[in-house]
């Protein structure tokens, strides 16, 4: 078939994950910072206890993710409320192995590291391709959340071993994963990094950059922090969210799709199955 003819039948195909723009890195470090700060808050402040925060959040985050599967199309309100839980969750299964199991964190580190390479190279073999923007499909979608879920935790890890090997306070703690971050826009800007590498790395250290804004803004003034407690910063990143969330349910200023011609080259199955397809035809 040619593609003419391919862009004549369907010219989109929607996907599951947003267009990563400004908003997307945004909300995915504001959602980093809530899932720290909201876990500390339910565990520590309510006395829910670490294993009790974690059966809870992790029934929510399977409830929603649940919900999330059963959208043919991107949805905000959805899509980033499964970004939250999966923050929480995420940061409270390393929290569980360094204070309840007495993992160290160099450990914790390397097994996650370990696990998400695993999860990509399986991704990569039987997907040919480890895109967000070509997240059209069960199979492909179930691989990406479960590579998210890893990364925070992997992220969650990193960061407190970093923490706990520079003895850096809250403020400091930030430019490290900030600098990072920099750094590999920089070479993906140059080309030395390509845009999916560059786009994990920059997913992973979100998280870490996120936490340690979050733990900036709820410590006590008398430990290098501004000492606004967990549950305001838990509620003024909540309300950012949610604000930047109707923001762009709205203006569909994240809506990504597809082309016809890379669900072509992913194979027939692909396109088969693939959900939501918006059909265009030629006007001329």
Not at 36 to 55: K, P, Q, R, V
Not at 188 to 208: M, Q
Request: hydrophobic residues 50%.
């Amino acid at each position: 078939m040619s593609n003419s003819a391919v862009h004549s039948r369907a010219r989109v195909m929607l996907n599951k994950v947003p267009e990563v723009t400004v908003f997307f890195w945004i909300i995915k470090i504001l959602c980093t910072t809530v899932g720290e700060s909201f876990a500390d808050y339910i565990n520590e402040t309510l006395g829910f206890g670490l294993t009790n925060t974690t059966i809870l959040f992790g029934v929510a985050f399977a409830v929603v993710l649940a919900a999330q599967f059963r959208l043919d199309r991107y949805v905000p309100g959805v899509y980033w409320l499964t970004v939250v839980l999966v923050s929480v969750f995420g940061t409270l299964v390393t929290d569980n192995l360094t204070d309840g199991h007495d993992v160290p964190l160099w450990f914790s580190t390397t097994l996650f590291s370990v696990l998400l390479a695993v999860v990509f190279s399986i991704w990569y073999a039987r997907e040919r391709t480890l895109s967000i923007h070509t997240i059209v499909t069960t199979q492909r979608e179930a691989w990406y959340w479960t590579a998210v879920l890893v990364t925070f935790a992997l992220g969650t890890a990193v960061g407190d071993w970093t923490i706990e090997l520079t003895g850096w306070g809250p403020g400091q703690s930030v430019l490290l994963p900030l600098a990072l971050i920099l750094g590999i826009l920089v070479t993906w800007k140059l080309g030395v990094t390509g845009p999916v590498f560059s786009f994990w790395i920059a997913y992973i250290l979100t998280r870490p950059l996120g936490a340690n804004i979050g733990d900036f803004l709820a410590s006590p003034k008398s430990e290098g922090g501004l000492g606004l407690g967990t549950f305001t910063t838990s509620l003024l990143f909540l309300a950012a969210i949610a604000a930047t969330v109707v923001y762009l349910s709205i203006s569909g200023a994240d809506r990504t799709a597809a082309p016809a011609e890379q669900l072509e080259s992913a194979g027939p199955d692909v396109a088969a199955d693939a959900p939501g397809v918006a059909v265009e035809h030629d006007r001329s």
